[in-house]
């Protein structure tokens, strides 16, 4: 066949072509054949062990936001002052002081001491009081996805107005564990409401800027690199105090989502821009255009989809970085403030040596955000890698 | 002679320079510099040249891909009725361009990978509104068998193919609004020699059956006198020679075409040194810039200084025999080399 020149015309009947049949119908190349690419992204994105860890500790940490009501044994702002600065309580399974074995979840009371000279509180587990721990226990009413009126805790002391400090007590008497329950509603939506307000202002930008192109888009990208040149933490502060006092609670959570939001669109903007310029001359593009697709379905059916996954990869990469924002924010005292919790409120107690030495505990939701950020990486770094599947 | 199915008259592509920070245009790239070309209904016409000759851009301008800067591009639908492709509206273009339908070089770009053969050869039917539902997957079925793909691959995604199946389905999507003139843009020269016959041989059976006229682009004079039955050679935006494949072949008439005959590889041993090797310097001219008089006469051989290099306008095409034509000052003192025919 490589004898191509001596092929003139007058032609002769041409071989069969290759065949059909030639192609060995297994199994495995039917399946992959067939596969849609979300579910080729998906196996190659199985295949990455620490994204599928990452993935699971998210999904986890987004159960917990949902269901801190029912998950954390007390609401955010139930305190009791006589209980400053608790230390964790051991939470026991079997009781064998009566010399034989009683099962049943417990934790010990508290004896508390005041020093005389410098009045400082310290406590001691007492182990003649025993404060009786169950599961699914009544407690105080909350609302399921604040819809769902409920009173039951997934765990808790049996009588409700007995101390139970788990993690530990805060600098007021707040059970630090339920406080870092609710404070993962927050933080974690604070990132997701975040993400969603810069991923339709940085679709819709970048993709005027990459289809459209010549002066709109240099407009929008002198706009972006302006955004991007001004030093954010800065920007944060001086938007963030310029926040009005009397605003309540959900007003500074959605203003101060928006502050983040407006810087975090013009990574987005970036890529989605850089997509379409890369898509505009690709062939199957220009041949979707021969095939007599309207703007819109080119744009919408045969662009799109060709970047969708990268978005998803790159959305899920912008998670974290809202998250530490917001957390680096409250922890200055200028982002979200009590009664609202999020994970950097509840650090602003761990801002001073004294109580960190007291009190090392109140360093656990720093621990929460090292987590949920590492997860969120993980996961996008996965998705990023299975985003082109077809890529070898 | 039948009336053209296509005719081209002066056709100029140029594409701006530009330059600074501002961008200003400081000159043009003639892509395509006062082509003239006729395809005749029925007939696969070559269109040969090196890269950056512009061959990619006048076929592209005829599937109007690219809107041409100047010049007609004459198209002769099935009544008979004449319509100039450079100034029709986007609603007859997109009728007309049900018509004339392109194949791509690239079987691996030119298919959505996130489509199945038969969204992807179905597009079209759905496009132009001409078949829906299972009536569209009947057609669609029917045309992958036609090009030789099991109709049992219609919901697979193109990632599950090889090069010359994917071309394939290229074919199969240029075909299936059963077109008349199929502009094919270097099809086989991404694949596989053994291949590229088994798709040749696609192409050529296709013809027959559905009564297709081929524009067919490629830089392969080989591939190109297997398929075509006339040849059109083009250096830097213009024309040089257009002939009938034989006599293209045997009896070049401009040293240009000698120059690329004598590059094609002869793979009968005894022909090996037979004949002697034209090897032009390596750079094309800028076509921003094109040399005055002839343009090829910065590598021509035979260049004359005073004759082909006086500046002015380039030779036109001129009648050197019957159906040949060349566009050289010097074509009749020359006696050019060709291919010699195979010794049977």
Known sequence: MTDLTSQAPPREPDPPPESPAAVPETPGRRSRGTASQRRLVWWRFKQHRLAMAGLIVTAGIYVVAVFAGFLAPFSSSTFDPEYTYAPPQRLHVVDRSGGDWDWGLFVHGYRSTVDDETLELTFEPDESQKIDVGLFVKGEEYEILGLIPWDRHLIGPTNPDDPMYLLGGTRTGHDLLSRMIHGTTVSMSIGLVGVAMAFVLGVTLGGISGYVGGRTDLAIQRLVEFFMSVPSIPLWLGLAAALPPEWGPMQRYFAITTILAAIAWTDLARVVRGRFLSLRNEEFVTSARLDGSSRQRVIFRHMMPSFSSHLIASVTLSVPGMILAETSLSFLGLGLQAPVVSWGVLLQDAQNIRAMATAPWLLLPGLCVIVSVLALNFVGDGLRDAADPYKR | ?344
């Open chain 2, 1 to 344: 002679m039948t009336a053209p199915i296509l005719e081209v008259q002066d056709l100029h592509v140029r594409f701006p320079v530009k330059r600074g920070l501002f961008g200003r245009t400081v000159g043009h790239v003639r892509a395509v510099d006062g082509v003239d070309l006729a395809i005749q209904p029925g007939e696969t016409l070559g269109l040969v040249g090196e890269s950056g000759c512009g061959k990619t851009t006048l076929g592209r301008s005829i599937a109007r891909i690219i809107s041409p800067t100047a010049g007609l591009i004459r198209y002769r639908d099935a009544a008979g009725d004449e319509v100039d492709l450079t100034t029709a509206r986007n609603r007859d273009l997109r009728e007309l361009q049900r018509q004339i339908r392109v194949v791509f070089q690239d079987p691996f770009s030119s298919l959505n990978p996130r489509m199945t053969l038969l969204q992807v050869i179905g597009e079209p039917l759905r496009n132009h509104n001409v078949a829906t539902g299972s009536e569209l997957e009947d057609r669609v079925a029917g045309m992958l068998s036609r090009v030789g793909l099991s109709p049992k691959y219609l919901h697979r995604y193109p990632h599950a193919f090889s090069g010359g199946e994917r071309q394939r389905v290229n074919i199969a999507r240029a075909l299936i609004l059963e077109p008349r003139l199929v502009i094919a843009d270097e099809p086989v020269s991404a694949l596989d020699v053994s291949v590229r016959a088994q798709i040749l041989n696609l192409l050529r059976d296709l013809q027959e059956e559905l009564g297709l006229t081929y524009l067919f682009i490629s830089h392969d004079l080989s591939v190109v006198e297997s398929v075509c039955d006339r040849v059109a050679v083009m250096y830097l935006g213009r024309m040089v020679e257009v002939a009938p494949t034989d006599e293209l072949y045997t009896r070049p008439r401009h040293p240009y075409t000698e120059a690329l005959l004598s590059a094609v590889p002869r793979p009968d041993p005894r022909l090996r040194d037979a004949g002697r090797r034209i090897r032009l310097a390596d750079d094309l001219p800028d076509p921003a810039d094109p040399p005055p008089g002839c343009t090829f006469h910065t590598r021509c051989a035979y260049a004359v200084p005073g004759s082909c290099d006086v500046p002015g306008g380039a030779p036109a095409l001129e009648r050197t025999g019957p159906g040949h034509r060349a566009a050289c000052l010097r074509t009749d003192d020359l006696s050019l080399a060709g291919i010699e025919p195979d010794p049977v």
